[in-house]
């Protein structure tokens, strides 16, 4: 028997109430709580179970009409056992290949099979160009693709891949298939693996999970229901059948995977597409991954025929960098393995309003408060009076606490009105105390730099009392080792006192 039910759902977080309430207990946003009929079809007796023949009987399963459970789980009575683990091949995680390489990367090495991937992104930033250009590189490989068509006409899908180089003659596995209705969907999926049953492999796309809605599911397609309980089934597809599934999710104006938040625990993989700045660099990381490490960053270029990889990615934020001004200074961070050199620039200026302001991009604000703080404590720099503006070039971002010291060292450069000079990197995590440590791999950091012109570094000791390892020693840079922020700002505007200090000594 179906009952109506209604549910109140955060637009912002996907958090569920049975109560509408004016501040999200999830996510704190307030006036995002929307309200959601949905529909849930009784139980019958006896019918809570995993067996296929109750599972065709609930709205949850019916992609199951069609295949049976994992047959290892199915013991000789035709009921449900568990597995030995020492039954179950790791076979199951094969790779599919991805090119460009910079997105295998973030996909941990390759594409598992049987696994699903969100790919989340504002809309226009280039979800479906990146997924269609995958597509069609898939399938010169003898991998077939399906691409779910519920955005765009099969025809705007065919203009997008000419813009991409698409081959009619060579390119023929990559197909489409519009339909937005979950059901018959799985259906025609279903169908049309059993008839291509060659072994060839299939990738499904599914553009995008908003756009699609189950008949099960009493709400618009795009609400948090519809996308829970379709994302759901899909995955339990892409799990039986072994296809990978992409599924794209458009993210809200704040930045959040809006309804797709939802998926993620059932999902393998969130990837997050940005681009930087409004300008064509674009930009994917892993924020979840099973098969792989997070933190990973691609980064590409969109140009008129597709996306590319982008040559000389470490130093893409140091792009329009001007030298001799002050309030500059570079760091090289670490996103997953890539290094990258960034510049962080801050604008120190006497305050002409009552308050100060305090204007932040691409760091969190409050950790520029924090390391204003510890100026003022500890190197003795008054900022209290003025406002302060911190950016870091080229639209990038940073999360590497290595980039305290830089930004530190731009404050006080800008303050002090000296420039660090061009050829200088600044590295290090700054503690309350003041105290500069040391930062994870620092010889691909210095590495990176070396080949990029620097020739200076001020850094923590990375041994301190003790010797320098092999590599450091032989790095060409020369390392001004310090100990705390006020030493570190000192020699970071003026490291020319570094060597006067050591003929002195
Ligand atoms: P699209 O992939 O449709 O974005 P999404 O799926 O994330 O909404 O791409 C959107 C933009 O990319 C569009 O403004 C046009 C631009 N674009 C290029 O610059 N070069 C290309 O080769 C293609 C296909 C698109
Ligand atoms: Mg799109």
């Not at 699609?212 to 799990?239: M, N, W």
């Amino acid at each position: 028997m179906a009952k109506k039910n209604t549910r109140f759902f955060c637009k912002d977080c996907g958090h569920e109430e049975l109560r509408w309430a004016g501040k999200c207990p999830g996510c704190g946003a307030w006036n995002s709580f929307t309200e959601m009929k949905i529909e849930t079809t009784s139980a019958k007796k006896g019918s809570r179970g995993f067996t296929s023949k109750t599972r065709d009987s609930g709205p949850v399963g019916f992609a199951n009409k069609t295949m049976a459970a994992w047959p290892e789980a199915v013991g000789p009575d035709g009921k449900l056992r568990p597995i030995p683990l020492s039954k179950i091949s790791s076979a199951e995680t094969n790779r599919l290949p991805v090119e460009p390489t910079e997105v295998a990367r973030v996909l941990g090495g390759g594409l598992v099979e049987g696994s699903v991937v969100m790919l989340g992104g504002e809309p226009g930033v280039g979800k479906s160009t990146l997924l269609t250009g995958l597509g069609l590189w898939w399938v010169h490989q003898g991998i077939r693709v399906i691409y779910v068509a519920g955005e765009e006409s099969p025809a705007q899908i065919r203009m997008r891949a000419e813009r991409l180089g698409f081959k009619p003659e060579k390119e023929d596995g990559f197909s489409i298939l519009p339909e937005v209705h979950l059901e018959t969907l799985l259906d025609a999926l279903h169908t049309e693996l059993q008839n291509q049953a060659d072994g060839t492999k299939t990738i499904i796309i599914a553009d995008s999970i908003q756009t699609l809605h189950s008949e099960h599911i009493d709400s618009y397609p795009g609400s948090p229901t519809q996308i829970k309980y379709c994302g759901g089934v899909l995955a339990d597809f892409a799990r039986r059948t072994g296809c990978p599934i992409f599924l794209v999710g458009h993210v809200t104006k704040s930045g959040d995977l809006a309804g797709p938040k939802l998926l993620e625990h059932m999902v393998d993989t969130v990837l997050y597409f940005e681009g930087s700045g409004g300008g064509p660099i674009r930009m994917v990381r892993a924020v979840k991954n099973r098969f792989g490490t997070t933190g990973e960053l691609a980064v590409m270029e969109m140009r008129g025929d597709g996306l590319f990889p982008v040559d000389q990615a470490g130093v893409l934020f140091l792009s329009g960098r001007r030298g001799g001004e002050p309030g500059s200074a570079v760091c090289a961070v670490k996103n997953g393995s890539r290094t990258f050199l960034v510049e962080v620039q801050a604008l120190v200026s006497p305050s002409r309003y009552g308050t100060p302001q305090r204007v932040v991009q691409g760091v969190d604000n409050k950790r520029v408060a924090l390391l204003a703080a510890i100026l003022e404590k500890r190197a003795g720099l008054d900022l209290g009076g003025c406002d302060v503006f911190v950016k870091v070039a080229g639209g990038g971002r940073i999360d590497d606490p290595g980039a305290d010291l830089a930004i530190m060292a731009a404050l006080a450069s800008s303050l002090r009105e000296k420039p660090v000079p061009l050829d200088t990197l600044v590295l290090g995590e700054v503690g309350l105390t003041g105290e500069v440590r040391g930062v994870s791999d620092l010889e691909s950091r210095l590495r990176e730099a070396g080949r990029h012109g620097f020739k200076r570094v001020v850094m923590a000791d990375p041994n301190p009392g003790g010797k320098l390892n092999a590599r450091l020693k032989g790095s060409k840079m020369q390392l001004i080792t310090v100990t705390s922020v006020e030493e570190a700002v000192a020699l970071a505007v003026h490291p020319g006192a570094f060597d006067e200090a050591r003929q002195e000594g």
